[in-house]
């Protein structure tokens, strides 16, 4: 190992950096840092993941769960087109 490095033309940040996520400082009330927190430790999801997840619903960007009487709905339409 050299005494000394020379960290001239060095930059600040991930090696490889990722594409379609950007690094921001937000503030956030503590009471709704600690609920998704304590939802973090129940689900085994990041703290962070999870509000990602729910600024993505709230925005509508992701596609609503697959219910029970949804599937129900898809079968009988697949069922009565068959004859």
């Known amino acids: ?4 490095y020379d960290f001239f033309k060095g930059k600040r940040g991930a ?3 990722q594409v379609g996520k950007t690094r921001i400082t937000i503030y956030l009330d503590d009471s709704i840092l600690k609920r998704f927190k304590t939802q973090s430790e ?7 993941t999870l509000i990602n997840d729910a600024l ?8 609503k769960p697959l219910t029970a009487s949804m ?3 898809i079968v009988r339409e697949e069922l009565s087109g068959q004859s």
Do not use: A
């Not at 190992?1 to 000394?4: A, H, L, S």
């Open 71 to 73: 599937v129900r709905n």
């Open 1 to 4: 190992m050299k005494k000394g």
């Open 15 to 17: 090696v490889i950096p």
């Open 56 to 63: 993505n619903s709230y925005l509508g960007l992701t596609e």
């Open 42 to 48: 129940k689900t085994g999801k990041g703290y962070q």
